[in-house]
């Protein structure tokens, strides 16, 4: 898990209704996963491109920009 997975895990850890579940860990890397993806799709966005998900579950950006030589 990642600093941001972590994050999310402490918040819904703290949360008096949520403190101790079990399914946590769980939703922080659900919730972690699209997180990154859509910070991806934003990068993506700005580089004029998009980001695809190759047949391992890599997330790619794809920039539109090719070398010229």
Same mark, same amino acid.
């Given at each position: 898990m990642t600093d941001i997975g972590q994050i999310? #895990? %402490?918040? &819904? %850890? $703290?949360?008096?209704? &949520?403190a101790g579940n079990y399914a946590n860990a769980e939703a922080a890397a659900l919730c972690e996963q699209k997180l990154l993806i !859509?910070? #991806? @799709?934003?990068? !993506?966005? &700005? &580089?004029?491109? $998009?980001? @695809?998900?190759?047949n391992d579950g890599q997330a790619i950006i794809y920039t539109g920009v090719y070398r010229t030589s």
């Open positions: 999310i #895990l %402490d918040v &819904l %850890d $703290s949360h008096p209704d &949520l !859509a910070s #991806l @799709e934003q990068v !993506a966005n &700005l &580089l004029g491109g $998009s980001v @695809e998900i190759d």
